[in-house]
């Protein structure tokens, strides 16, 4: 199995927070939609006749494309890819794109899951992060997808935002929890250079909050999921038993994907390869015959880094024995040395076979991998 990434990277508007590769260039869409096709036709062999899986319209903003649009793209994938044993087709949208109509569109096509970004249910925050619709906004747009037969909706969330409290966090999720929504992805605001809230940052226009307030949000992260009945199956992810995210699962254990469009990654198993981040420059090099892209071979460190960083984050960890057979005793070794500190913490555990985080762990999950990994 392999799953198909296609980056869409229109929005009508810039978020404050979001360094991801976007644009508000409207007008190109034309010209990207058959660059893309053109993409998907190229690299036919890229996953080498592997069956698709899984397959995700990430942004970017992909709900700024029409149901026509999507349709050309289905009609290059169904042309080139056996979807036949795909479980997963998934949109990412913004709520204030979700109306009746494009609803109404979207039920002519094979989507089956939604994600929607909706980040808080605070309106004054959500004007500060530059976001177009409302709480009630949001909550409307969650109940139309379900009213149009969307069973596997995902909702995003950001904490740690600039002026939150515990409380409000908590409220937010207690929201979340009344829609009956299948999964729901948490993220920490993290401050990336050169964004709005950066710079706004710079200027002491905002405060981040302090790390014992971050601490204090992620428990009552983890602890409201565990009562509302969701897995937390990577550190920032949990799913309703039977919801998990099959695309972005397979990118924590390392399954091959083909990333298509602007800014896109695609990993073949052996090598990652990324296209150009510039969507003029994207379209220009596929309306000439070939791709603007840039390209490297993991060597055994970095495959064995790769390793430790996605599938630590994970509640199953990993297997030591696949560990031993992929990279030898050395590494082996290496992993167990370095990671028996934190067994005696109780911030790993290491139970028969299987290495991972211990709930206590979670909170340091990014101190634990970093040491765990070869430099």
């Known amino acids: 199995m392999a799953g198909i990434y296609i980056h869409v990277p229109?929005?009508?508007?810039?978020?404050?927070?979001?360094?991801?590769?976007?644009?508000?260039?409207?007008?190109?869409?034309?010209?990207?939609?058959?660059?893309?096709?053109?993409?998907?036709?190229?690299?036919?062999?890229?996953?080498?006749?592997?069956?698709?899986?899984?397959?995700?319209?990430?942004?970017g903003t992909p709900s700024q494309l029409k149901s026509t649009d999507f349709r050309k793209i289905f009609n290059c994938i169904h042309k080139t890819?056996?979807?036949?044993?795909?479980?997963?087709?998934?949109?990412?949208?913004?709520?204030?794109?979700?109306?009746?109509?494009?609803?109404?569109?979207?039920?002519?096509?094979?989507?089956?899951?939604?994600?929607?970004?909706?980040?808080?249910?605070?309106?004054?925050?959500?004007?500060?992060?530059n976001r177009r619709h409302t709480a009630k906004e949001a909550i409307e747009?969650?109940?139309?997808?379900?009213?149009?037969?969307?069973?596997?909706?995902?909702?995003?969330?950001?904490?740690?935002?600039?002026?939150?409290?515990p409380a409000q966090w908590a409220d937010d999720l207690h929201t979340a929890f009344t829609l009956g929504v299948q999964h729901i992805s948490a993220y920490h605001l993290t401050y990336e250079q050169g964004t709005l809230l950066w710079r706004m940052l710079q200027r002491k226009e905002i405060e981040e909050v302090t790390e014992d307030t971050s601490v204090a949000m992620f428990r009552i992260l983890c602890e409201e999921m565990r009562q509302a009945g969701f897995e937390h199956y990577e550190i920032s992810?949990?799913?309703?038993?039977?919801?998990?995210?099959?695309?972005?699962?397979?990118?924590?254990?390392?399954?091959?994907?083909?990333?298509?469009?602007?800014?896109?990654?695609?990993?073949?198993?052996?090598?990652?390869?990324?296209?150009?981040?510039?969507?003029?420059?994207?379209?220009?090099?596929?309306?000439?015959?070939?791709?603007?892209?840039?390209?490297?071979?993991?060597?055994?460190?970095?495959?064995?880094?790769?390793?430790?960083?996605t599938r630590l984050r994970t509640c199953e960890g990993f297997s030591l024995t696949e560990l031993r057979q992929r990279f030898g005793k050395s590494y082996y070794d290496y992993c167990l040395l370095l990671a028996q500190p934190y067994i005696k913490q109780g911030l790993l555990e290491q139970k028969e076979d299987t290495l991972k985080l211990t709930q206590k762990g979670i909170f340091v999950s990014d101190d634990i991998i970093s040491d765990l990994m070869r430099v």
């Open 10 to 59: 229109f929005c009508k508007t810039r978020c404050a927070y979001c360094d991801f590769y976007s644009t508000t260039l409207a007008e190109l869409k034309p010209r990207y939609i058959e660059a893309i096709c053109q993409e998907l036709t190229m690299r036919h062999n890229y996953l080498h006749n592997a069956h698709i899986g899984s397959l995700y319209f990430g942004g």
């Open 81 to 129: 890819y056996s979807l036949n044993d795909c479980q997963e087709i998934t949109l990412e949208a913004n709520p204030d794109d979700l109306t009746e109509d494009y609803l109404r569109q979207l039920s002519s096509l094979p989507f089956n899951r939604i994600s929607i970004g909706i980040q808080t249910f605070h309106d004054p925050t959500l004007r500060l992060l």
């Open 141 to 165: 747009a969650v109940h139309r997808c379900q009213q149009y037969g969307f069973q596997n909706i995902s909702i995003d969330l950001i904490y740690g935002l600039p002026g939150e409290t």
């Open 237 to 309: 992810n949990f799913a309703q038993p039977g919801y998990r995210s099959k695309h972005n699962s397979a990118y924590w254990h390392e399954v091959p994907y083909l990333g298509c469009g602007p800014g896109a990654h695609s990993f073949d198993g052996n090598a990652r390869e990324w296209n150009v981040s510039s969507l003029q420059k994207y379209i220009e090099a596929l309306e000439n015959g070939h791709r603007n892209f840039e390209q490297e071979t993991l060597d055994t460190d970095n495959r064995y880094n790769e390793l430790i960083m």
